[in-house]
C-alpha cells in the first residue's frame, strides 16, 4: 500500500442539544459499518472533555476511491445523510494526505 495514498477524513461534529445519545448511537452503528468495507483502515471516534456535545471522527483510507466508496455506500446514506446530519448544529470536514518528504 502506497502511504502517500492514503486519505485521513477528520470530521468535527457539534450536535443539537438534547441528540447527543442519537448521534452516538447512530455513530457506533456507522463505525462498525464502516471498518467492514475493504477500503476503510481505521475509523476512531472521540468526545470533546470541554464541550460535551462536540465529536470528532478520525477516518483512514486506502486512498480517495475508498473515500468515494464509503460515501455511496448504503450505511453512509442511512446514518449519516439521513439520521445523523439532521441532530447536528455544525459540521466540518477535511480531507487530508500525508505530503512527500
Known amino acids: 500500500m502506497d502511504a502517500s495514498a492514503t486519505i485521513t ?35 476512531a471516534v472521540f468526545r470533546s472533555i470541554d464541550a460535551a456535545d462536540e465529536l470528532l471522527l478520525v477516518e483512514r483510507y486506502r486512498d480517495a476511491a475508498a473515500v468515494d ?20 448544529a455544525d459540521r466540518r470536514v477535511e480531507l487530508l494526505q500525508a505530503s512527500p518528504r
Open 9 to 43: 477524513v477528520i470530521a468535527r461534529w457539534r450536535v443539537k442539544h438534547g441528540h447527543l445519545d442519537d448521534v452516538l448511537s447512530h455513530v457506533a452503528e456507522l463505525r462498525t459499518a464502516s471498518l467492514g468495507e475493504a477500503g476503510c483502515l481505521e475509523y
Open 69 to 88: 466508496a464509503h460515501r455511496q455506500s448504503p450505511h453512509y446514506g442511512a446514518l449519516v445523510v439521513e439520521r445523523i446530519l439532521p441532530l447536528l
